[in-house]
């Protein structure tokens, strides 16, 4: 553990919140397997998380400030499920440290404890699921 971060791949015991939206990742690499892009994991994502009836919000802003002014770039979350979880979508050959970091900033930045990245461009989803969470200081 680093700085208050704890990382950890699929484990979701203690996060019920977490295993269901994995599950649902889960359902969508299934059926569409790998190879698309993001947009295409994003909305079958959202299709399965609304046929779980788990509340999310898709694309939400994250206006970023500095020293007191709000600047002229805005960044987009993926979805924010039950609005305690960032969920961040990659179709990538692999997740990178600077993902980790991108979704630890967004973590900070919304006071959100947890969220999932999930990379849908592997032939086993569970070879491209991580799990980031702030822990208590």
Do not use: W
């Not at 898709?58 to 979350?77: A, F, K, N």
Request: proline share 6%.
């Amino acid at each position: 553990m680093e700085d208050g971060v704890q990382t950890t791949g699929a484990e979701t015991e203690a996060d019920p919140l977490s295993g269901s939206v994995i599950g649902a990742a889960i359902e969508v690499h299934k059926a569409l397997g790998p190879g698309l892009l993001e947009s295409a994991y994003q909305a079958a994502l959202e299709a399965e998380l609304e046929f779980q009836s788990l509340p999310f919000q898709s694309q939400v802003s994250l206006p970023l400030e500095c020293r007191g002014r709000t600047l002229d770039c805005v960044y987009r979350l993926d979805l924010i499920v039950a609005d305690r979880l960032i969920v961040e979508i990659k179709a990538i050959d692999s997740l990178q440290p600077i993902h980790d970091a991108q979704l630890l900033t967004y973590l900070r930045l919304t006071n959100l404890p947890t969220g999932l990245l999930l990379n849908f461009n592997t032939p086993y989803l569970r070879n491209g699921i991580k799990r980031i969470s702030l822990s208590p200081k």
